[in-house]
C-alpha cells in the first residue's frame, strides 16, 4: 500500500538498514547527513512516497541509483547530485530500449545506500518501491540478489557530481565481477565519489528476483532498535519480538586491523565478550565470517552479521567501529531469495575466500 514517507519513518529505516548492512552500506551518520542536506537544500520537511510493486504501472520499470567510492570521501562531500545525474543518465540510456523508468529500488541495504533512492525519488517527483537488490550490503556487484537470479547489468551508468558520465553495454551483461570493475575504476578518475544506475527491474523481477519488502522490513528493525534505546532494554530481545534475531556476544572491540586495497577495506574486528571470550568478524567491506577464539565458525555471509554499540544503540558499519566501543554482535537471516538458487551461496566463495574461510559453503543462521 502506498504511504507517504516523513523523516520519523526514514530514521527508522536507516537505523534498521545500518544494522542489516552488516558492516557496509555506508555509515548511519551519513545517511542522516544527506537526509538533513536535503531538507536545508529544499527548505522543507522531508516527503517521499513509498510503494508495493503491485502499484507499479504496467509496462514501466524500476532502476536502481546507488552511491560508489569512498566511505571517507563521502563524509567530507554533499553528494546529491550525482544520483540525480546517474538517474537522468540511465533514464535516457533505456527510453532508447523501450522501456520507462519511473521508479527506483534500493541497491542494497545501508546507513547511505538505502536513503539513495529516496533522495533521488524525492527531488524528481517519483515513488520509490519498496525492495532492495540485495537485502543486505554487499562487497561487489557479482555478490547481488540481481546477478544471482539474472537481472542484467547492461546498461550501466556512472555519474559524478558534475555531470561526467559514461555508459556502458557490458558484452556480458550477467558478469557481475566486470560490471563492478568497470564501475570502481571510473569513479577512481572521479576522486573515489559517483553514482552508478543499472538493474533494470519488471514488476515481476521485483517479486520474484530480489528483495521484496525489504525497506519495510528494515523500517521494523529500525522502530525495535529505537523502542530498544527509549526503555534501557536489550536490542537482541526487542528486534526478536518481531523477526529472526540472536546475540553472538557483548563485549568491548579489543582490536581492529584495517588494510585498504583496490578501494576495499579488509580486516577484522576482535571483541572480547564481558565473560572473557574473544570473538572475530572477518570483513572485506562486509562482515563476511563470525568466529570464535578457537575457529568454531558461528555463520557468514550472506545472512547477517552485525555489530551495534550498547550505549547510544547505535548500530555500526565497519567505517564506524573501533578500538574500546562497547558493542553487541547480532545474527540475522537474509532474504529467502538468497537460498532459491545454488548461485546465492556460489557468488560468496571469492569473499570467504579472501578472509580465509575454508569451511563447506555458508554457515547458515
Known amino acids: 500500500m502506498a504511504r507517504i514517507m516523513k523523516r520519523e519513518n526514514i530514521v527508522s529505516i536507516l537505523y534498521g538498514a545500518t544494522l542489516l548492512g552488516a558492516g557496509g552500506g555506508g555509515s548511519l551518520s551519513d545517511g542522516l547527513k544527506c537526509l538533513a542536506d536535503l531538507e536545508a537544500d529544499t527548505g522543507k520537511d522531508f516527503e517521499c512516497r513509498m510503494i508495493d510493486a503491485d502499484e507499479m504501472e504496467d509496462g514501466q520499470y524500476a532502476g536502481v ?14 553528494w546529491r547530485d550525482e544520483g540525480v545525474n546517474a538517474f537522468n543518465a540511465l533514464k535516457h540510456v533505456c527510453f ?143 528486534i526478536a519480538r518481531k ?20 578501494g576495499w577495506d579488509w580486516g577484522y574486528n576482535e571483541i572480547t565478550a564481558d565473560d572473557g571470550k574473544k570473538y572475530y568478524i572477518d570483513f572485506k567491506n562486509e562482515n563476511i565470517v563470525a568466529r570464535d577464539e578457537d575457529g568454531k565458525v ?18 555500526l558499519s565497519n567505517s564506524d567501529t573501533e578500538e574500546g566501543q562497547h558493542v553487541s554482535v547480532l545474527l540475522l537471516p537474509v532474504h529467502e531469495a538468497w537460498w532459491t538458487t545454488p548461485k546465492g551461496a556460489e557468488v560468496w566463495q571469492p569473499y570467504y575466500d579472501t578472509v580465509g574461510y575454508t569451511g563447506d559453503g555458508p554457515v547458515r543462521f
Open 65 to 78: 541509483i546507488a552511491g560508489t567510492g569512498s566511505p571517507a570521501v563521502l563524509k567530507q562531500v554533499h
Open 96 to 238: 532508447f530500449e523501450g522501456k520507462k523508468i519511473n521508479y527506483l529500488v534500493s541497491g542494497e541495504q545501508g546507513g547511505f545506500a538505502t536513503f539513495t533512492p529516496f533522495l533521488v525519488c524525492s527531488i524528481l517527483g517519483m515513488d520509490v518501491v519498496d525492495a532492495c537488490c540485495c537485502g543486505r550490503a554487499v562487497p561487489g556487484l557479482d555478490a547481488t540478489l540481481a546477478n544471482v537470479h539474472g537481472i542484467p547489468t547492461s546498461p550501466l551508468v556512472v555519474s559524478s557530481k558534475e555531470g561526467n558520465t559514461i555508459v556502458a553495454f557490458p558484452k556480458d551483461p550477467f558478469n557481475g565481477k566486470r560490471a563492478e570493475n568497470i564501475q570502481r575504476n571510473y569513479v577512481q578518475s572521479q576522486g573515489w565519489i559517483a553514482a552508478f544506475g543499472t538493474w533494470v527491474c519488471s514488476k515481476d523481477d521485483i517479486k520474484n528476483k530480489i528483495a521484496f519488502g525489504e525497506i519495510s522490513f528494515a523500517e521494523t528493525v529500525g522502530e525495535q532498535i529505537l523502542a530498544a534505546r527509549a526503555a534501557d532494554g536489550d536490542v537482541a530481545e526487542y
Open 243 to 262: 523477526i529472526p534475531c540472536r546475540k553472538l556476544c557483548t563485549g568491548v572491540i579489543t582490536k581492529k586491523t584495517l588494510e585498504k586495497k583496490a
Open 298 to 315: 558461528y555463520m557468514t555471509a550472506p545472512d547477517h552479521i552485525s555489530v551495534i554499540e550498547t550505549t547510544g544503540y547505535l548500530p
